[in-house]
């Protein structure tokens, strides 16, 4: 799905060079053709101009891609990072850069230059966070029944 993007590419949205319009547009038909490969040709393409990640999976139904980065860049590693956020789509948003999205990216031939485990720091959050959620829930539960008792 790349009909939108396709059209603010000519129409100059992203800029009017013809080197800039040849290589947006290189990269829309390639992830295209990597949507319909894997499967998943109803996951939609966007170009956004958001810094940070060269890539980004929404909820599993939208790719977007840093306008910058595809620019800069050999398109062999847009094709990369393409692969890295169609995976995302193939094992589920939530599942980040665990063991199950490594496997489908590796098969897919992603090439890793980050480490993508999950730092103890991160685990820790993660815990505390749950405990507290759950701790706030058992506290709402007991207060209710108190209520009700009065």
Known sequence: MIQNEIEKIIGNKYGNSYETKLKLLEVLF???????????????????????????????????????????????????????????????????????????????????????KLKKAYISIIIITLFRFTFYQISIIFIKQKKKKI
């Open 30 to 116: 390639l992830a295209e053709e990597l949507l319909k490969k894997y499967n998943v040709e109803t996951t939609e393409i966007v170009l956004r101009d958001h810094y940070g990640a060269k890539g980004k999976c929404n909820n599993g139904y939208k790719i977007s891609l840093q306008i910058n980065f595809i620019i800069k860049e050999d398109i062999s590693i847009v094709k990369n990072t393409v692969l890295h956020e169609i995976a995302h789509v193939l094992a589920g948003v939530i599942n980040g850069h665990n063991k199950i999205w490594k496997n489908i990216a590796k098969e897919m031939g992603v090439t890793f230059k980050k480490n993508y």
